[in-house]
């Protein structure tokens, strides 16, 4: 069975800058995607940014230039670094990958981030 574990979550001002991590464990032989996703109250879950084979990035329009997404394949670990977070940020946090050998896709339990002054 594999495991996907976020933290780093947290209440932060306008601005300031937080750095969530995700951690697979279990049964893995690869990870073919590692991606993150946030809900805020009352909305969709949103694609927040992507990490591909070969690295390869993707980011929503509204955290370009502001959020870095990266991961430790050696480690199986994740992170996305925020920066100049703002209020509309705020919302839970997940991490998703598609991980082998099954190719299966797996969530975290979600980590809360509260952008407020």
């Known amino acids: 069975q594999v495991q996907l574990v976020e933290s780093g979550g947290g209440l932060v001002q306008p601005g300031g800058s937080l750095r969530l991590s995700c951690a697979a464990s279990?049964?893995?032989?690869?990870?073919?995607?590692m991606s993150w996703y946030r809900q805020a109250p009352g909305k969709q879950r949103e694609l927040v940014a992507g990490?591909?084979?070969?690295?390869?990035?993707n980011y929503a329009d509204s955290v370009k230039g502001r959020f870095t997404i990266s991961r430790d394949n050696a480690k199986n670990t994740g992170s996305l670094q925020m920066n100049s977070l703002k209020p509309e940020d705020t919302a839970v946090y997940y991490c998703?990958?598609?991980?082998?050998?099954?190719?299966?896709?797996?969530w975290g339990q979600g980590t809360q981030v509260t952008v407020s002054s």
């Open positions: 279990g049964s893995i032989s690869s990870i073919y995607s």
């Open positions: 990490i591909f084979s070969g690295g390869r990035t």
């Open positions: 998703y990958a598609i991980i082998g050998p099954a190719t299966r896709h797996y």
